[in-house]
């Protein structure tokens, strides 16, 4: 049997790096020990914990390496899109073609975690007017102002309509310091009226027909633009390859899921999971590889589940998290404070749903961005919320409330009551800043107080 | 008659009424003594309009998607017994796709003012109604310079509440040398006429309301030659894609309003006003001082205690440093 996996410092990685180069691990042309990203400003690793496998420091290293793979592209002469407030739908369409290359430009909302403040790319963001009233996606502007986290996009497209007025704003902004934008509509996404014809969507819901095709044409707007930029049409049949290479990266992250959040002990840590569930949406500008990545860590997982030994003590309080976090470092806490996450809802559980491989391909992609839960209701969010804590046997949900997001003021209460209303568990809402530190203990005694709640229920 | 109340200027209440109902497009009195407002991260304004669309005088509620957390509120609002709805106004409006949408979708708030016991219009009755509407607000433009900045701003709440225009003493003419401002940003509640008292007691008068309750969100004249044609055409024609919002993408048109606008009308300064959690018009702040040069305040409130008492040193301040 294997030894038991854990959860390491990094200090404690780069002796199980050296180890396990002496025992031969083979490693992409990415890998390397992962203090070296220290150096390169990501203080924060130093204050995180890490699952200790050969997948997962390739799972960070490919994370960590994103922007010399952007960096690459350039240089080769692919065309780079960045596609914003998108999780999961241009990427797909952008990946179909040769030589183009999509990356997520509000992923910059993690960069003030990760590098401790010290890109300033909040201060940058202050600079402009947009100030931490806004969600800490704000980064972005800064990233874009300094170049120094990503290339600036050949083509960059936001989705808007029905969206969080935060990144619609902050969008606006960069819009008006002189990046053209090219913006598609999302409508808000209801149930269809009596009479009105239905369209079935990824994921159980249901829209009107017409909501569906208005952003079927404006998926073709894209579609053109993409195949001006790259020189080749964006046929039906390079999309339906791109769908089906989607659903490749799709298929493997629901496994990953389904195993990760329902054995006992907990197989892989929340955090390399949040991760892993990130890739989904864009591929970490390496769609192939990115599907190795996962791969590797669902062996991995595998290989536990079958062994019975995991990361965490077995019976860890089954928490089911909803939104993302903006400081990783509070994936950890949870643990530490004898939670482990089983289930969640990173506000892109569309982009985890396959993408329906019998429909024609635009169709297909219209119908998934229509069940974006952005666009939809927090009822909506909330009822699909219930369904997957029931499915994974959670034992309480954790609300995490974004920093300034519209969406949080309301959405909070209307997933708690619906939580309880059909699911009578607790629910628990914290705020998680870009950096917890000044917070930690607040947010711990939280977390603690909630899986004594659980542990409590399980003793009645 | 059932009262049908909204709050974006998105809404053509000529609709409403040509269905028999009426329209009645609120304004929140004041952010401070409303539960809602104060709920943490919500904007104070979005929150008040909610409260305020509980009261037992009106009938049904219209929300609409042009703002975030108008959207959201809706859901709450939904919970009440009084019927609401929630009306999609695209961002985007470049395209034919977005046009047919937002035709679909007042076909819907159609169907919504049926069920309320409203009638389906004809097309005779509708270009009735927005001929009438028409008329009233070219009467409105008409005011605009011949009344008081505060007066104005009575004028067009009245016909925001009742669809009438006039009846408003022309108020004081601007002093000698008075400082020319602008004022531009969301919707002023009721209680935000002192402003334009404050700001003439200083020495300055507000020379553009181009606020989302002023003479900027109104649609366009309707073209009478087509009217009696394709009435809802007209309809749509002059209200999507016309109006001029901070929501749009891009929000174009509303640049384009304000560079016009501060053509015809030079000013020295420009206030802002805005809720604490408005992103869509916080975000243009810096923007606006970055494009005109010019000095702009944000007259930001939230539903916390002395948050007016604090908007209202800080005007004074800047209208001292104008000055």
Not at chain 1, 286 to 308: K, S
Not at chain 1, 412 to 431: C, K, N, Q, T
Not at chain 2, 53 to 63: H, K, N, Q, Y
Not at chain 2, 297 to 304: M, N, W
Request: overall charge negative; charged content about 25%; proline content about 7%.
């Amino acid at each position: 049997m294997s030894p038991r996996p854990r959860r390491i410092r990094l200090e404690d990685w780069t002796r199980r790096y050296a180890e396990l180069r002496a025992a031969g691990l083979s490693e992409p042309s990415y890998g390397g020990p992962l203090e070296r990203h220290v150096l390169d400003g990501d203080l924060r690793l130093p204050k995180l914990l890490y699952d200790d496998s050969p997948a997962a420091l390739r799972l960070w290293n490919f994370l960590l390496t994103e922007e010399d793979r952007l960096q690459a592209a350039r240089a080769e002469g692919k065309k780079l899109v960045g596609a914003m407030k998108d999780l999961g739908t241009v990427p797909v369409m952008a990946w179909s073609l040769p030589g183009v290359v999509a990356f997520y430009p509000d992923g910059a909302w993690w960069i003030p975690c990760v590098m401790e403040l010290s890109a300033g790319l909040l201060a940058v963001a202050d600079r402009l007017g947009v100030d931490e009233s806004f969600c800490p996606v704000r980064a972005m502007l800064g990233a874009f102002l300094t170049e120094a986290h990503y290339p600036i996009p050949d083509l960059l497209t936001c989705n808007a309509g029905a969206v969080c007025d935060d990144f619609s704003a902050i969008a606006q902004r960069l819009a008006g310091l002189g990046h053209p934008v090219l913006w598609w509509e999302s409508p808000h996404r209801r149930r269809p009226d009596p009479g009105e014809e239905a369209v079935e969507l990824p994921g159980g819901f249901t829209a009107p027909r017409g909501h569906v095709a208005l952003v079927r044409e404006e998926l073709a707007r894209i579609r053109e633009a993409l195949g001006r930029l790259a020189g080749l049409p964006l046929t039906d049949e390079r999309l339906a390859e791109g769908i089906r290479a989607a659903n490749r990266v799709r298929r493997v992250l629901r496994e990953l899921r389904d195993l990760a959040y329902t054995a006992d002990p907990c197989p892989l840590p929340a955090l390399e999971m949040l991760i892993a569930e990130m890739l989904a949406l864009h591929f970490c500008s390496d769609r192939e590889e990115a599907l190795a990545v996962l791969g590797e860590l669902l062996g991995e997982v595998r290989g536990r589940v079958a062994e019975g030994t995991g990361v965490l003590d077995p019976g860890a309080a089954r928490i089911f998290w909803v939104n993302p976090v903006a400081d990783l470092s509070a994936m950890n806490l949870l643990e530490d404070c004898g939670g482990r996450v089983c289930g969640t809802d990173y506000l892109f559980s569309h982009a985890l749903d396959e993408i329906p491989g019998d429909l024609e391909p635009l169709e297909a992609l219209a119908r998934m961005a229509v069940a974006d839960p952005m666009t939809g209701s927090a009822a909506d969010r909330a009822e699909r919320i219930c369904r997957d804590a029931a499915r994974f046997g959670a034992e309480a949900v954790l609300v995490s409330r974004i920093p300034g997001a519209s969406h949080c003021a309301t959405e909070g209460r209307i997933i708690g009551d619906a939580v309880d209303r059909s699911l009578g568990l607790p629910v628990l809402e914290i705020e998680v800043p870009p950096l917890i530190d000044s917070v930690r203990a607040g947010i711990s005694g939280r977390m603690e107080a909630l899986v004594e709640t659980v542990r409590r229920r399980r003793r009645a | 008659m059932i009262t049908v109340a909204y709050s974006d200027p998105l809404v053509p209440p000529e609709w409403i009424r040509a269905h028999g109902l009426r329209p009645r497009r609120l304004r929140a009195a004041s952010v401070a003594r409303s539960p809602s407002a104060s709920l943490t991260g919500l904007c104070p304004y979005a929150g008040a309009f909610a409260d305020r669309s509980a009261a037992p005088d009106l009938d049904a509620v219209i929300f609409t998607t042009a703002c975030d957390q108008m959207r959201r509120v809706f859901e709450i609002a939904r919970e009440a017994p009084r019927p609401a709805f929630l009306l999609n106004v695209p961002s985007t409006w470049q395209t034919r796709a977005v046009h047919a949408h937002y035709r679909s979708e007042i076909e819907r708030l159609g169907r919504f003012l049926e069920s309320l016991g409203g009638s389906s219009p004809t097309g005779e009755a509708l270009a009735a109604e927005m001929l009438r509407y028409d008329e009233r607000r070219r009467r409105l433009r008409d005011l605009a310079g011949r009344l008081s900045p505060r007066a104005f701003a009575r004028v067009i709440a009245r016909h925001h509440e009742t669809g009438e225009v006039g009846g408003e003493d022309p108020g004081p003419t601007a002093g000698p040398g008075a400082v020319p401002l602008a004022l531009v940003g969301g919707p002023l509640l009721l209680d935000d006429l002192f402003l334009f008292d404050l700001v003439e007691e200083r020495g300055a008068r507000v020379v553009l309301d181009g606020t989302d309750t002023g003479l900027r969100t109104l649609p366009a004249p309707y073209d009478r030659r087509l009217l009696g044609r394709d009435p809802f055409g007209q309809l749509l024609a002059s209200w999507f894609g016309v109006i001029p919002t901070v929501h749009q993408r891009p929000n174009a048109l509303l640049y384009r309003w304000l560079a016009e606008r501060f053509a015809e009308t030079p000013v020295k300064g420009i206030l802002l006003r805005r809720y604490v959690w408005c992103d869509l018009w916080h975000v243009e702040e810096e923007r606006l001082r970055e494009w005109t040069g010019l000095p702009v305040l944000a007259l930001d409130e939230g539903a916390e205690g002395r948050a007016r008492e604090r908007m209202v040193q800080r005007l004074e301040a800047f209208l001292e440093m104008l000055a």
